[in-house]
């Protein structure tokens, strides 16, 4: 049973250009979650999702950000026109249900966005 | 607002001796506290949590404290090992936060041989 699995792992992109960071949650699990890790900080939620809904997405920046998990195929984080200060660690978890965190939520090896 | 911080961004520790990772919140809603382990490029695995009505959980060589009263908790570690190396993350939510965990900064914990 894979784990949470991130791709890309690195990805590169000049300012202006679109991120598409793409996470598949662990079989089974139909909730996801995006968190940002800014560069000597701790993570920051972003947004939650379920299954072709967005159910919290209080921690996402209002422009140029947006979310999906559609009903096939993985969640996308999506990034228009990237600006320098985008740079981090993107992580995605992934539960069966609302997270018991101890117990149910896998976090993936992150994609690590570097804007040039 | 910071509401979990870690106030030490590493630790240095001798292996076979006690590592004690320090976490202080503000938000007197958070009821249930996690640490998280953070291996460099990947991603946080859960480590040991504790809810708000206890004081103390302990799952092996990881034991963590909960002092309601000041808002803090501290994770140990003994015997420290060189492979608990790593950066350590305290996260905490409400009962109402459910999906959202809120994290400290995250201490690095160097275990020498």
């Known amino acids: 049973n894979a784990g949470v699995m991130q791709n890309p792992r690195h990805l590169v992109r000049r300012r202006g250009q679109e991120a598409r960071l793409r996470c598949s949650p662990m079989k089974g699990h139909s909730h996801v979650y995006w968190y940002r890790q800014l560069p000597e900080e701790g993570l920051k939620f972003m947004v939650y999702l379920q299954k072709e809904n967005i159910i919290d997405e209080s921690g996402m920046p209002k422009e140029r950000f947006s979310a999906e998990f559609p009903k096939e195929g993985p969640s996308i984080l999506r990034i228009q026109q990237v600006v320098r200060g985008d740079s981090a660690a993107y992580f995605c978890a992934s539960s069966r249900s609302t997270a018991a965190w101890d117990t149910e939520a896998f976090f993936g090896q992150g994609t690590r966005l570097t804007v040039v | 607002d910071q509401q979990v911080k870690q106030n030490s961004p590493s630790l240095s520790v001798q292996e076979g001796r006690i590592s004690i990772l320090n976490c202080d919140y503000t938000?007197?809603?958070?009821?249930?506290f996690l640490w998280y382990k953070k291996y460099p490029a990947e991603g946080p695995t859960f480590l040991i949590s504790i809810s708000s009505i206890k004081d103390k959980n302990e799952d092996g060589r990881f034991t963590v404290f909960l002092n309601k009263s000041a808002k803090h908790l501290s994770l140990h570690i003994v015997p420290s090992q060189p492979g608990d190396s790593a950066v350590y993350f305290c996260?905490?939510?409400?009962?109402?936060?459910?999906?959202?965990?809120?994290f400290g900064e995250g201490t690095q914990l160097t275990v020498n041989p």
């Open positions: 938000n007197s809603m958070f009821d249930y």
């Open positions: 996260a905490a939510r409400t009962e109402t936060s459910g999906s959202r965990l809120t």
